[in-house]
């Protein structure tokens, strides 16, 4: 199976559709995706993703978790203001790629996230398989 090429900025919201903020927060999410066509944001359900997305234990919501190329810069509970969002985006692609990866070597938790955090390809797969 071929995988699909995602773009390099990965935007991934993990939430649950029995989560009312998650709810509310979805419609800014996706007008947020809309002013940014360079990236590809995701809504992914933790519990009808859950056969792929398991391993990322999702505690609070909305978690999100932002991945520049197979670098993950971000994962964690944000609060539900798209303008911390917005933000934190700006931030972390403003990065040059020498600033990103000492961004994401910086401590322990940053540097365990490339590892347990990076979902690029798993996402590419997944894609693919609702395609067929």
């Not at 649950?16 to 809504?43: H, N, S």
């Not at 993950?72 to 944000?78: E, I, K, L, P, R």
Request: proline letters at 4%.
């Amino acid at each position: 199976m071929k995988t699909t090429p995602l773009p390099d900025l990965l935007v991934i919201c993990l939430c649950a559709e029995w989560c009312g903020t998650c709810r509310e927060y979805r419609a800014g999410f996706e007008a947020l995706a809309a002013q940014r066509p360079d990236a590809g944001f995701y809504w992914i359900d933790v519990e009808d993703e859950a056969e792929w997305i398991t391993d990322l234990d999702v505690e609070n919501f909305p978690t999100l978790l932002i991945q520049r190329g197979d670098r993950v810069m971000f994962f964690g509970t944000m609060l539900p203001q798209h303008a911390i969002l917005q933000r934190t985006l700006e931030t972390l692609t403003a990065l040059t790629d020498a600033e990103a990866q000492a961004y994401v070597s910086a401590n322990e938790e940053r540097a365990r996230w490339q590892s347990e955090r990076n979902v690029r390809s798993a996402l590419a797969t997944h894609m693919a398989a609702d395609r067929v």
